[in-house]
C-alpha cells in the first residue's frame, strides 16, 4: 500500500492528498466501508474509529502513530 510520512500525521477531517488516499485503500483492505477518494470526511473518520475500536486503540476518528502503525502505513 505504501508508507505515510510520519510529518503527514496526524491525519484528521478535513484534509485531503495522496496520504488520505492510502489511508482509505488501507481502511479497505481491512474490509472497512469508506471512498477512495483522497478526501478525509465523515465516511473515513467512521471508519477510522470503526478500525481504533476493533485493535482497543483510542477511538479518535483520526490516525495517529499508532493507528497508522495498526494499518501497516508505518
Do not use: C, E, S
Not at 488520505?20 to 469508506?34: D, S
Amino acid at each position: 500500500l505504501g508508507l505515510i510520512p510520519v510529518p503527514q500525521l496526524p491525519i484528521r477531517v478535513g484534509q485531503r492528498g495522496d496520504h488520505v488516499v492510502l489511508l482509505q485503500r488501507a481502511l479497505r483492505a481491512k474490509g472497512l466501508a469508506t471512498p477512495v477518494d483522497g478526501r478525509f470526511l465523515a465516511p473515513t473518520r467512521r471508519a477510522v474509529r470503526t478500525f481504533q475500536r476493533r485493535r482497543h486503540l483510542r477511538a479518535t476518528g483520526y490516525v495517529d502513530l499508532r493507528t497508522a502503525q495498526a494499518l501497516g502505513l508505518r
